[in-house]
């Protein structure tokens, strides 16, 4: 197949496409209904966006070695990853295949009351019956075979059909330039005035409308884009070609805008049966009509088979990069084995679109497609936006643009979309994000891919920064929880990790880290999602959980509490003063049997060092599992056994004044003073419970919580002696919370 170059395989698509039905058929109506300076202004605007979205192109295409097939589809997958990228592709497609229909109706609007004057297809027309609705979507499905086959000739017959279409083009865009200096050819009333129209003459239609109708015209450098499979250096030509038919059917509004403001002023003014177009206006010169006309059709024709030849494209790079279902993968081969035409996607894409043109009112369908498109250049735009913000150093395009002129892009394209009908926006990115999500989750295996990784690693070091010069008081407390498990003990580590993250993921973060000895291989172990592997000897444990704990990281983040399990490897009493030490909160997790129906977790409260940091504890986990309803916890219990000297009505005074004044939801429960032993205690009144948090084993030496003292031999015994409750975390907080801050 023989590769296209910047004139024929972008430019020539590009210009044909922008250049149809709306600057022949609608651009007259437009000048008549808001005035020639209006009409400029809304010229400039629209092409303010799609100049925007080229220097996205630009710098998506330059950045990379290979673009592929699939044009705007293929950019923006090499930007938002496969599963974002795919499905703009899949819309990309259906809007592309469903606007060859508009096309082939726009063929058909001008020719149908010229064919009807043939007298053969007048006397079948009579004879039939057929109404003018039929007329025209017999010849628009007629203008569609036409295209069909010249789209299964291959992309190098099209493109040499085009070259001729291209200046069939130029000399009706041409004509209508130069038609003001001339007289009528016949006798008739001049057509033009010396004065351009400076305000519209049709009332209802404003300037918003006026330019909801016209941007259309503008989206047509998808046309060329859309070849970037065939072309011999995408990454040159797409930005080239789609920056100079730009530029070129920019001049080409404007300079005819001017002209049909000099148009006499009744003949811009629609009235039963005539529509202002340049066929009408144009109506008593044969010679300029006949021109006219013929440059309509093959624009319109033009347009259509340049998205015959895009859409296929399209799907094509769809089913190479397995974005579709297996069933479709025949779209992305020939009819023949040795064929690389995308022959079978070409039939699917005529379809898709014949239903189109015999659907009769098709406002609603040429509504959705134009938002589709819009959607498409946003994302493209967006994914520039993103690619310049990130900072990534694989990031070099050799076009010089700026983040600003992409998301001026985005939010043009979206206020657009809005001026269409919003509600229908709406509806459109909906159904992409749930192909979005579909995509996430059967092709991408839930992981992200492209730019986003980059996009939030500039925004989390900029956080980071600003967190570095912030001091984070009680008030701004957050858990920030290391989870230390054995990659030997994966049960036992799922259960810290899923216990560190009830506490974590309500307003903070939590890192698993496994220590694996030596003589295991990470490799062979299932490890969970996001842990990482610390590799050590036997003897060393107890040391990296220190080093981690006290690395420094940017942002000033630490971690402030740390969850361990009850395991011999560690030494626990030394291991926890260092890390109490260090300011560090420590809970020991041991796991136990949850009754069915178990919906509170206990707090044993004895003082303000632990009881607070539980009671805030208690309240955390119980506010995560009802956002991920992960649990069945629903209530808190805050238990305290009085001593011997201690007031009942003034303890519970004491410690409804606490829970109110932290504003948080729990029952008090006061338990009398009595001979049992603490564990006895917790069995009588706790067993029930869905979790239980109580203090760690061990004495406090001073008024300062740090210093805090444990008997190895006293301690393992008192952990012991909880074998047969539900799930307990001993917490030893490294200072004293205010929980009324």
Not at 366 to 394: C, D, H, K, Q, T
Not at 397 to 404: D, N
Not at 666 to 677: A, F, M
Not at 680 to 707: F, K, R, W, Y
């Amino acid at each position: 197949m023989k590769k296209l170059g910047t004139f024929g395989g972008v430019f020539v698509p590009s210009f044909e496409a922008i250049l149809g039905a709306v600057l022949f058929l609608i651009l007259p109506l437009l000048v008549g209904a808001v005035g020639v300076w209006n009409v400029m202004i809304i010229v400039l605007l629209a092409n303010s966006a799609t100049l925007a979205t080229a220097f996205s192109i630009a710098d998506s295409s330059t950045n990379v070695r290979r673009v592929g097939a699939g044009g705007m589809y293929a950019l923006s997958k090499h930007s938002l990853g496969i599963a974002f990228g795919g499905s703009i592709g899949i819309q990309l497609f259906i809007a592309q295949a469903v606007s060859i229909g508009f096309y082939a109706v726009g063929f058909a609007e001008p020719l149908q009351q010229f064919v009807v004057r043939i007298p053969a297809v007048a006397r079948i027309v009579e004879q039939h019956a057929i109404p003018i609705l039929r007329q025209k979507q017999l010849l628009a499905t007629l203008i569609a075979i036409v295209a069909l086959l010249a789209a299964l000739a291959g992309a190098d017959f099209a493109s040499r059909l085009q070259s001729v279409i291209f200046v069939i083009l130029i000399v009706a865009v041409g004509l209508v330039l130069v038609s003001p200096l001339f007289g009528p050819l016949n006798s008739g009333e001049p057509i033009f005035t010396p004065t351009p129209l400076g305000r519209g003459l049709i009332p209802g239609i404003g300037f918003w409308a006026a330019f909801a109708t016209f941007f259309p015209a503008v989206t047509g450098i998808d046309a060329g884009v859309g070849m970037s499979g065939n072309l011999k250096d995408p990454g040159r030509s797409l930005a080239r070609g789609t920056f100079m038919a730009i530029a070129v059917t920019f001049v080409v509004y404007m300079a005819t805008a001017f002209v049909f403001g000099l148009v006499r002023h009744d003949l811009l003014v629609p009235s039963a049966g005539y529509v202002p177009s340049t066929i009408n206006i144009f109506l008593d010169e044969p010679v300029i009509m006949l021109v006219l006309l013929i440059g309509i059709l093959f624009a319109t024709g033009s347009s259509a088979l340049s998205y015959f030849l895009t859409a296929p494209r399209t799907a094509q790079a769809l089913v190479r990069d397995r974005v579709v279902p297996r069933a479709f993968r025949f779209l992305g081969r020939d009819f023949t084995r040795t064929g690389r035409e995308p022959r079978w996607a070409t039939v699917l894409t005529f379809l898709i679109f014949l239903p189109v043109i015999w659907a009769g009112d098709i406002a609603l369908a040429s509504l959705i497609v134009g938002i589709s498109f819009l959607v498409v250049y946003a994302w493209m735009n967006l994914a520039a936006f993103f690619e310049r913000i990130s900072g990534n150093p694989s990031f070099r395009p050799t076009s010089k643009g700026h983040w600003i002129v992409s998301l001026y892009g985005f939010l043009i394209c979206m206020a657009v979309i809005s001026l269409f009908n919003f509600r229908i926006g709406i509806a459109v990115l909906t159904a992409q994000f749930a192909l979005f999500a579909l995509l996430l989750r059967f092709r991408a295996h839930n992981m992200l891919e492209g730019v986003w990784w980059g996009v939030l690693f500039s925004l989390v070091g900029w956080g980071s920064r600003q967190l570095g010069n912030i001091v984070q008081g009680t008030k701004n407390w957050r858990p920030i929880v290391g989870v230390f498990g054995f990659a030997d003990k994966p049960d036992e580590t799922e259960r810290l990790r899923a216990i560190a993250l009830r506490i974590g993921e309500y307003r903070g973060y939590v890192a698993v880290n496994l220590l694996c000895p030596r003589k295991f291989d990470p490799e062979t172990l299932k490890l969970p999602r996001g842990s990482r592997v610390i590799r050590t000897t036997e003897d060393r444990f107890g040391t990296s959980v220190r080093s981690i704990v006290q690395a420094t990281v940017p942002g000033g983040y630490h971690f402030n509490t740390v969850v361990l399990p009850m395991d011999g490897r560690f030494n626990l009493t030394d291991l926890i003063r260092d890390l109490i030490a260090e300011h560090t909160n420590v809970i020991l997790y041991r796991h136990g049997k949850v009754e069915i129906g178990a919906e509170r977790i206990d707090v044993y409260w004895k003082g303000q060092a632990n009881g607070n940091l539980m009671a805030l504890l208690a309240y955390i986990i119980s506010q995560s599992g009802r956002r991920s309803r992960s649990s069945d916890v629903r209530s808190i219990r805050i238990i305290r056994k009085l001593t011997d000297d201690e007031e009942p009505e003034v303890a519970r005074k004491e410690m409804e004044t606490l829970m109110s004044g932290a504003r948080l939801d729990g029952e008090v429960l006061l338990l009398e003073p009595d001979d049992q032993r603490f564990q006895e205690t917790v069995a009588a009144n706790s067993t029930d419970a869905g979790m239980i948090l109580m203090g760690m084993p061990g004495e406090d030496m001073g008024a300062v919580a740090q210093i805090f003292e444990l008997d190895e031999l006293f301690f393992t015994k008192q952990i012991a002696a909880y074998e047969d409750f539900p799930p307990i975390l001993f917490v030893k907080a490294s200072g004293v919370f205010d929980l009324f801050a």
